[in-house]
């Protein structure tokens, strides 16, 4: 080997030495997993009431835009992007999520609702007045959506998940406060009505606070009746009204 190569291999492995030797800790790793993300406010600068809205696989964040402009009450909103690339936007899920059983597809969306629910808890922390929040999302994201409501019904108080399989089983006793509208078309050919039907009735029969509303001809896709029922429900549930709660109310 020449001279100039033995010196490049030295450096190269110095260099790696040091790499070795400062290598990130958990804190640095915990911020290399958060999430991109958008918020802002609606309606006033401080308002105690968060929506945050999960994207179809392939959108991004700016998928939310026109329909939250006109939302017409105060709200922050949080949204975030998912991580991997897809077409021109992004996903949730690895590439090969749909190659997998129901098992290990459950456990793709529980590590990723993780990553979202330290976004809600970064969120509650730099705005304290946030008294509500409520998570919702299209396809992948309504899966995220679902999850979150039933593993962290600590942060999530209402959940509108649209065009969803929910996956997994609630970690615990739903509070009574808490609700979830399944928003879904009966001709959807990628998701079944028919098993969202069923499984909103079993987990109604277990008592989990579920309702079902189906829109016929619609396939997997949002329709504005759809987005009509969607935000007169999430601006109920964000308001604290619903259900004889008042607003601001502290947990």
């Not at 069923?198 to 606070?209: D, H, I, M, Q, T």
């Amino acid at each position: 080997m020449k001279r100039s190569g033995i010196a490049a291999l030295l450096v190269l492995t110095a260099l790696c030495m040091g790499c070795a030797g400062t290598r990130p800790g958990p804190e640095a790793a915990a911020a290399s997993q958060a999430l991109k993300h958008e918020t802002y406010t609606l309606g006033g600068k401080q308002p105690d009431a968060m929506l945050v809205a999960l994207h179809y696989s392939g959108a991004t964040p700016a998928f939310w835009h026109e329909f939250l402009k006109d939302w017409g009450a105060p709200v922050r909103v949080l949204l975030p992007q998912g991580p991997n690339p897809r077409r021109e936007g992004f996903t949730w899920v690895p590439t090969d999520h749909e190659q997998k059983d129901e098992a290990a597809k459950t456990a793709d969306l529980e590590q990723m609702a993780e990553r979202v629910a330290q976004l809600i808890r970064e969120a509650r922390r730099a705005h304290p007045e946030l008294r509500r929040v409520a998570v919702t999302g299209f396809s992948y994201g309504g899966d995220l959506a679902w999850l979150l409501a039933i593993r962290y019904p600590d942060l999530v108080d209402a959940a509108a998940p649209m065009g969803s399989r929910l996956l997994g089983e609630p970690a615990q006793a739903l509070p009574d406060t808490r609700r979830v509208l399944v928003l879904h078309g009966e001709a959807d050919a990628i998701i079944d009505f028919q098993k969202t039907v069923a499984r909103v009735e079993a987990l109604k029969a277990r008592g989990v606070p579920i309702e079902l509303r189906g829109y016929p001809d619609l396939g997997h896709d949002m329709s504005p009746q759809l987005i009509e029922d969607w935000r007169t429900f999430l601006r109920q549930q964000l308001s604290g009204t619903a259900h004889g709660q008042e607003p601001g109310d502290a947990r």
